[in-house]
T-cell receptor, first 115, second 109 residues
Framework: DAGITQSPRHKVTETGTPVTLRCHQTENHRYMYWYRQDPGHGLRLIHYSYGVKDTDKGEVSDGYSVSRSKTEDFLLTLESATSSQTSVYFC??????????????FGEGSRLTVL | GENVEQHPSTLSVQEGDSAVIKCTYSDSASNYFPWYKQELGKGPQLIIDIRSNVGEKKDQRIAVTLNKTAKHFSLHITETQPEDSAVYFCALKTWQLTFGSGTQLTVLP
């Protein structure tokens, strides 16, 4: 299994509070991603990173920010959590995105409930 | 972004039967079509992929077919077993991977 650790694995919080999810990898892969998984929507890309301090938005980035200060760590922050951000969040890593694109390796997910 | 429609959303088959999941897309620039399997409580895992210059690819009991003209690709699982029960996601790549909405496959003993 790819060395990806997500923390926390479960969190319950209240509307308006800040939340940070952490993704830690031991594979030294360049690319890191945050997805959210919701019923009927599959996996949707929130933000991704293509190197230290290099990040970009995905298709559902509103209300989320990310940071990557080290190759191995990618943080997802909800500045002020809302109930619509209740979801399961997955971190993923890959070696490349070119042709051919690299395989995505996923963490085990972080379940966030916003009351 | 690119839309990919996945059907069916749920599928139940008897052990030993075949299962087929289909995805359709609209952007002809898509050139990479992977399938991921997600077991309960775990993250998705790549099981097979196909590139736009290939029409079919097999790996033991699973196969993927691609019809670029009609813009659809399908996952075929033969001789299904209980351990095939999972959620399956199709995906395609343009600038990033876009995932379908998933199919819950249940293999009945």
């Amino acid at each position: 299994d790819a060395g990806i650790t997500q923390s926390p694995r479960h969190k319950v919080t209240e509307t308006g509070t800040p939340v940070t999810l952490r993704c830690h990898q031991t594979e030294n892969h360049r690319y890191m991603y945050w997805y959210r998984q919701d019923p009927g929507h599959g996996l949707r890309l929130i933000h991704y990173s293509y190197g230290v301090k290099d990040t970009d938005k995905g298709e559902v980035s509103d209300g989320y920010s990310v940071s990557r200060s080290k190759t191995e760590d990618f943080l997802l922050t909800l500045e002020s959590a809302t109930s619509s951000q209740t979801s399961v969040y997955f971190c993923a890593i890959s070696e490349s995105t070119g042709a051919p694109p690299g395989e995505l390796f996923f963490g085990e997910g972080s379940r966030l409930t916003v009351l | 972004g690119e839309n990919v429609e996945q059907h069916p959303s749920t599928l139940s088959v008897q052990e030993g039967d075949s299962a087929v999941i289909k995805c359709t897309y609209s952007d002809s620039a898509s050139n990479y079509f992977p399938w991921y399997k997600q077991e309960l409580g775990k993250g998705p895992q790549l099981i097979i992929d196909i590139r736009s210059n290939v029409g079919e690819k097999k790996d033991q009991r699973i196969a993927v077919t691609l019809n670029k003209t009609a813009k659809h690709f399908s996952l075929h699982i033969t001789e299904t077993q209980p351990e095939d029960s999972a959620v399956y996601f199709c995906a395609l790549k343009t600038w990033q991977l876009t995932f379908g909405s998933g199919t819950q496959l249940t293999v009945l003993p």
